[in-house]
């Protein structure tokens, strides 16, 4: 809970990611050591600190680096530890703790920006984000995301050495440059988050860590920037998506749909936050893509039986959504939304006008949709068919399964 804090911290210190996670990595370590002995002190997260932040400057005055500040960097040490490596009394650390309360946010805010940063790759951004930011071990990310441990720490190792080759700074962009910036680190928590609630191989429906990660580390980054819409209209998208959790899946881990879940398990209070993040988001601005999507999110979350949803404001949403972001994943989408609004046979005509998009041309999610569409309209050899490939398309063991049980349920209707 306190890495991301800790790291930061160094690293503004250090100027130096791959140094500051080590001597974090340290100060855990001895606290692995002591508190069994000594007891969990009454604020770990500050002993924590204090012992990175010693390391630290332990680290510079033997290396002699920055010399000119460890003038600077004493004078902090001094005030920050009492004689004997302890705070003087719990109200100094209460006082010490609230004045540097914004600093350490900062450094966090820093950190995400610096995890994020467009010189690296999607998965390298998404693996070193997790790692700094959510606290995963290398193993944990590598079993979250289906790829050999191996690989998920080449990838940390070469991110941390881009940044240091490109000589990416410490700092949260200003003016011009923040809202591309920005842009990626909201990409990065949403691909983290999509994997988790819809991964995409292995054989489980959902990843719950990543998803609770990805919304701890947007619920931080809308705390530290709070005059950013879309940073909320994110943070409204995860929470009532999350909402769903208990409801998506059946006691065996077979995936259950959203027309056909028990919405009694949705989580109100998940909902409640995400409404409220919802409409922080719209009091700051026109909607952007992510608050478009929180508020087709907020349709389903408001309607208390699939039969109550109000689908022709979803199309709507969705053809301002496909204006604001055109994309063939939104058109299918949209397509869904139109036959659910309009009836079938408009919704089939959409996904038609897709097929022949070089995107989707292997994307499983298109001839599920039009499976879903034909067996409405009463074509199911055609459904069956479409279900079958879908199946043969999805790398998701639990999707596969699902898809192939609705190809073998049109076939008895065809029957």
Known sequence: MESARIVGALTRMLRDL???EELAQDALLEALERWPADGVPDR??????????????????????????????????DNLLADGG??????????????????????????????????????????????????????EIARAFLVPEATVAQRIVRAKRTLAEARVPFEVPRDDE????????LQVIYLI??????????NEWLRPTLCREALRVGRVLAELMPDE??????????????????????????????????????????????????????????????????????????????????????????????????????ELNRAVALGMAYGPDAGLALADALLDVPALRMYHLLPSVRGDLLAKLGRHAEAKAEFERA????QNEREQALLLERARSSALLER
């Open 18 to 20: 791959g140094r500051a």
């Open 44 to 77: 770990p997260g500050a002993w924590l600190m204090q012992v990175a932040k010693r390391r630290a400057l332990d680290h510079l005055r033997h290396h002699a680096m920055h010399a000119s500040k460890e003038g600077e960097l004493s004078w902090e040490m």
């Open 86 to 139: 302890s705070f003087r009394d719990p109200a100094e650390l209460a006082a010490l703790t609230q004045e540097t309360a914004g600093e350490i946010d900062d450094d966090v805010l820093r950190l995400i920006f610096v995890c994020c940063h467009p010189v690296l790759s999607a998965e390298a951004r998404a693996a070193l984000a997790l790692k700094l930011l959510g606290g995963l071990a290398t193993g």
């Open 178 to 185: 923040l809202k591309p910036r920005l842009a990626s680190v």
């Open 193 to 202: 988050y999509n994997e988790g609630y819809s991964a995409s191989a292995g």
């Open 229 to 330: 819409g879309e940073v909320h209209g994110l943070v409204a998208l995860m929470e009532i998506q999350s909402s769903r959790e208990r409801a998506r899946t059946g006691p065996d881990g077979a995936p259950i749909l959203l027309m056909d879940q028990d919405r009694s398990r949705w989580d109100r209070l998940l909902i409640g936050r995400g409404l409220a993040a919802l409409d922080r988001a719209g009091r700051l601005g026109a909607l952007g893509p992510y608050a478009l999507q929180a508020a087709i999110a907020a349709c389903h979350a408001r309607a208390l039986t699939p039969d109550a949803t109000d689908w022709a404001r979803i199309a709507a949403l969705y053809d301002a959504l496909s204006q604001l972001m055109p994309s063939p994943v939104v």
């Open 391 to 394: 199946a043969s398309l999805t």
